[in-house]
C-alpha cells in the first residue's frame, strides 16, 4: 500500500487494519508527515506540527499493538486538534499575538478522550484570532488556503482543520463551533462537520456553561468517520451542566418514511443558484430513497442575525476586552470592532437577545414535531475568493451563516454533509438539523446520501509544487 492510499484511508478501516497488524501506526504516521511536508507550505493548515511527538507516539502505539494490549477504536490513526483546544504541554495561541499563549497542564476533556482512544496528536490547526469569523486567516499563521482553489478561502473558523482534511493530512479532525465554525468549512473543503446537540461533548473549558452556543464537534472526510470520532468525545462530565444528561438511546429509523423539512432560502437571505441546485438535487435523491420532503418556510428564520450579534459581541467584549485594552493594535482588525460592539449593549440588551433565543428554541422544537429532520444549503454560496472577501466587520457572515449561528443558539444538532461540485469545481454543503440527541439520524440521512451521490472518492487535485507556494499575510 503506498503512501497517497494511505493518506486517503478512512479512520475506521486504518483502525481496524492496525488492530489486525496489517498496518503499522509507524507507517500510516510518516505517510501522513511525508504529504504534510509536501503540501502544508500551499495551504498554511497548521499553527503547530508536532512530527516527533507523533513518531514517538506512533511507535509506542505499534509497540501496544505487537503486545496483544487492548486496543482504543483510534488506536494508530492520525488526528490534529484546532489550536482553540488544550492540549496538555503545547502552547494554546489561539491565533493571536495580541494575548501571550498559555501552556494548558491538561487536555481539555474531548482530546484527552481521543487520545485515551489511541489516537496520534500531529499538530494544532489554524484559526482566525480567537476563533471569531468565517475567514482562517491572523497575524500569527497568516492566511490558510482551500485545497480545492488555492484562491479560495476554506472559511473559518475551523478552517485549517478543513483543508487539511480535505488535503489529506489527516483522516480526523478535533474542531470547535461558536457560530458555524465546524460547518462552514465543512461545506466550503468538501469534509463532513457535526455540531453536536449542546452537552453531547463536554465544553467545560466554557466560561458561561448556562449561556453556552459554543461547541466542541468532529471533522472527517466521510460519515463513518464522524460516528467514530463522535462517540469517542461524547459522554458525561461535572464541569457541564448541560452534559450531565446522558444522550437517547439509539433510535431506529430508515430514510423511507423520514419527514424532512426542506428550506431553501433561510430567513431574509437568498441561496445562491449553483448552491440551491446541488442541494435541491441532494433531496431529490432522499426522495428517491423514500423520505417525505415537503418545503418550509417559516417567519421564525427571520431578523435572527441581531440576536447572535448581541450575545456574541458582548460575550468577545468581556472575554477579549482586556486584551483588547492593552495590545488593541495588535489585534485583528475585525476582531476589535466585534468588540467594540459588544460594549454598546446595555445589559437589558442582552437579555432581550436571550430571551428570543429562547423563543427561537421553542420554535424550532415546534418544527420537529412536523419533521424528522431539516435540511437546507450548509452556507449560501460556495467558497468566496479571497480577494473578494469584504474585510469590514461583520463584512457577508450574516448571509452566508444565516443558517448556521441559529442553531448554536437553540443547542440542535447541524451536520454538514456534501452535496456536490459547482462548475468551478468548489464544494458545496447541505447541512441536516434534528431534535436533541439525534445525531444518529442525521447520520443515517448523511451516510445514505453519501452512498447515493459517491463524493467521497473525489480528491483535490495534487499540488504540484512540493516546494509550496508562500503564505499570505492578513
Known amino acids: 500500500m503506498n503512501r497517497?492510499?494511505?493518506?486517503?484511508?478512512?479512520?475506521?478501516r486504518m483502525a481496524a487494519l492496525i488492530a489486525s497488524r496489517q498496518l503499522s501506526p509507524v507507517e500510516v504516521t510518516e505517510a501522513v508527515l511525508a504529504r504534510i511536508a509536501r503540501l502544508n507550505p500551499s495551504l498554511n493548515a497548521f499553527a503547530l506540527l508536532m512530527p516527533d511527538e507523533a513518531r514517538a507516539a506512533a511507535r509506542l502505539a505499534e509497540a501496544e499493538v505487537m503486545s496483544g494490549k487492548e486496543l482504543g477504536p483510534l488506536h494508530g490513526?492520525?488526528?490534529?486538534?484546532?489550536?482553540?483546544?488544550?492540549?496538555?504541554?503545547?502552547?494554546?495561541?489561539?491565533?493571536?499575538?495580541?494575548?501571550?499563549?498559555?501552556?494548558?497542564?491538561?487536555?481539555?476533556?474531548?482530546?484527552?478522550?481521543?487520545?485515551?482512544?489511541?489516537?496520534?496528536?500531529?499538530?494544532?490547526?489554524?484559526?482566525?484570532?480567537?476563533?471569531?469569523?468565517?475567514?482562517?486567516?491572523?497575524?500569527?499563521?497568516?492566511?490558510?488556503?482551500?485545497?480545492?482553489?488555492?484562491?479560495?478561502?476554506?472559511?473559518?473558523?475551523?478552517?485549517?482543520?478543513?483543508?487539511?482534511?480535505?488535503?489529506?493530512?489527516?483522516?480526523?479532525?478535533?474542531?470547535?463551533?461558536?457560530?458555524?465554525?465546524?460547518r462552514c468549512p465543512a461545506a466550503w473543503t468538501g469534509v463532513l462537520g457535526l455540531k453536536p446537540t449542546l452537552g453531547r461533548i463536554p465544553?467545560?473549558?466554557?466560561?458561561?456553561?448556562?449561556?453556552?452556543?459554543?461547541?466542541?464537534?468532529?471533522?472527517?472526510?466521510?460519515?463513518?468517520?464522524?460516528?467514530?470520532?463522535?462517540?469517542?468525545?461524547?459522554?458525561?462530565?461535572?464541569?457541564d451542566p448541560f452534559a450531565l444528561a446522558a444522550p437517547v438511546e439509539p433510535e431506529r429509523m430508515s430514510i423511507r418514511g423520514l419527514r424532512v423539512g426542506w428550506i431553501a432560502h433561510f430567513g431574509e437571505y437568498r441561496t445562491e443558484t449553483?448552491?440551491?441546485?446541488?442541494?435541491?438535487?441532494?433531496?431529490?435523491?432522499?426522495?428517491?430513497?423514500?423520505?417525505?420532503?415537503?418545503?418550509?418556510?417559516?417567519?421564525?428564520?427571520?431578523?435572527?442575525?441581531?440576536?447572535?450579534a448581541t450575545l456574541a459581541s458582548t460575550v468577545r467584549a468581556r472575554r477579549y476586552g482586556h486584551i483588547f485594552d492593552a495590545a488593541g493594535d495588535r489585534m485583528t482588525a475585525t476582531l476589535r470592532a466585534g468588540i467594540v460592539q459588544g460594549r454598546g449593549w446595555s445589559?437589558?440588551?442582552?437579555?432581550?437577545?436571550?430571551?428570543?433565543?429562547?423563543?427561537?428554541?421553542?420554535?424550532?422544537?415546534?418544527?420537529?414535531?412536523?419533521?424528522?429532520?431539516?435540511?437546507?444549503?450548509?452556507?449560501?454560496?460556495?467558497?468566496?475568493?479571497?480577494?473578494?472577501?469584504?474585510?469590514?466587520?461583520?463584512?457577508?457572515?450574516?448571509?452566508?451563516?444565516?443558517?448556521l449561528h441559529p442553531f448554536n443558539l437553540t443547542g440542535h444538532p447541524a451536520l454538514s454533509t456534501p452535496a456536490g461540485f459547482t462548475a468551478a469545481g468548489l464544494p458545496v454543503g447541505l447541512q441536516l438539523v434534528g431534535p436533541w440527541f439525534s445525531e444518529q439520524r442525521l447520520l443515517m440521512v448523511s451516510g445514505?446520501?453519501?452512498?447515493?451521490?459517491?463524493?467521497?472518492?473525489?480528491?483535490?487535485p495534487l499540488i504540484a509544487d512540493t516546494g509550496g507556494s508562500p503564505c499570505l499575510s492578513s
Open 4 to 12: 497517497d492510499e494511505l493518506c486517503d484511508m478512512p479512520a475506521t
Open 77 to 182: 490513526v492520525p488526528i490534529t486538534v484546532k489550536d482553540n483546544v488544550s492540549l496538555a504541554g503545547v502552547p494554546l495561541r489561539n491565533g493571536s499575538i495580541a494575548a501571550e499563549a498559555v501552556v494548558p497542564a491538561t487536555d481539555a476533556l474531548a482530546v484527552g478522550r481521543v487520545k485515551a482512544a489511541g489516537a496520534i496528536v500531529i499538530g494544532k490547526t489554524t484559526l482566525p484570532e480567537f476563533a471569531h469569523k468565517m475567514l482562517t486567516e491572523n497575524l500569527a499563521d497568516g492566511v490558510t488556503l482551500n485545497p480545492w482553489n488555492r484562491e479560495h478561502s476554506p472559511g473559518g473558523s475551523s478552517g485549517g482543520a478543513g483543508a487539511a482534511l480535505a488535503a489529506g493530512l489527516a483522516p480526523l479532525a478535533v474542531a470547535t463551533d461558536g457560530g458555524g465554525s465546524i
Open 203 to 239: 465544553n467545560e473549558a466554557a466560561p458561561d456553561s448556562f449561556g453556552n452556543f459554543a461547541y466542541v464537534g468532529p471533522m472527517a472526510r466521510v460519515t463513518d468517520d464522524v460516528a467514530l470520532l463522535l462517540s469517542v468525545m461524547q459522554g458525561p462530565c461535572p464541569a
Open 274 to 308: 449553483e448552491v440551491l441546485a446541488l442541494t435541491q438535487a441532494a433531496m431529490s435523491r432522499l426522495s428517491a430513497l423514500g423520505a417525505a420532503v415537503e418545503e418550509v418556510k417559516e417567519a421564525c428564520f427571520d431578523g435572527l442575525y441581531s440576536i447572535y
Open 347 to 403: 445589559a437589558l440588551d442582552f437579555m432581550a437577545a436571550s430571551d428570543r433565543r429562547t423563543t427561537l428554541f421553542r420554535a424550532v422544537q415546534g418544527l420537529l414535531q412536523r419533521y424528522d429532520v431539516l435540511a437546507m444549503p450548509t452556507v449560501t454560496t460556495p467558497a468566496p475568493r479571497l480577494d473578494s472577501i469584504d474585510p469590514a466587520y461583520p463584512g457577508s457572515y450574516p448571509q452566508w451563516a444565516a443558517a
Open 448 to 460: 445514505a446520501l453519501e452512498q447515493s451521490l459517491g463524493l467521497s472518492a473525489r480528491h483535490p
